[in-house]
């Protein structure tokens, strides 16, 4: 699992999303990261809690120039719950993110345990990505727990901004 690497172009990422346009992190134009934020979809209530805090908080992040998507492999229909059910108007959800483009981006994928998990999904992944669409810096999980807080997130993108720090990890 070394797809993605730090300073190192990211995998290609298209998808549709629930406001009817097709996302792609090659037209990005971030003043400095896009975040890509990978859930595992409807069925999960700790990705319900995490999205709802991203989206309280989604002003911050645009005003240090990072745009947000969310992705999922859920299909539309369940996409469109999500955006519905969940306190995340502000959010951008992309959809139908196929697991073998989730492997590309290292993410791990599960299999239902239940008839409220789809068959299989990945769980989450969080990558903070450069304008010239290489990975500063990742985060992936094999639960959906433990997953990085949005608060020291923002801090630290402060203080990666301020003293020009380097993407590390690349070794």
Known sequence: MKNVLPRKEVPELIVDTVNGMTWNLRDQQPQNFTLVVFYRGLHCPVCKSYLEEL???????????VNVICISSNTSSL???????????????????SIEDARK?????????????????FEPGLFLIRPDNTLYAASIQSMPFARPKFDELLKSIRFVLNEKYPARGEA
């Open 55 to 65: 989206n309280s908080k989604i002003d911050s992040f645009r005003d240090k120039g």
């Open 79 to 97: 996409a469109e719950k999500t955006a519905t059910k969940w306190d995340i108007e502000k959010l951008t959800l992309g959809y139908e993110f």
């Open 105 to 121: 981006w290292d993410l791990y994928v599960s299999e239902g345990i239940n008839e409220n998990e789809p068959e299989s999904f």
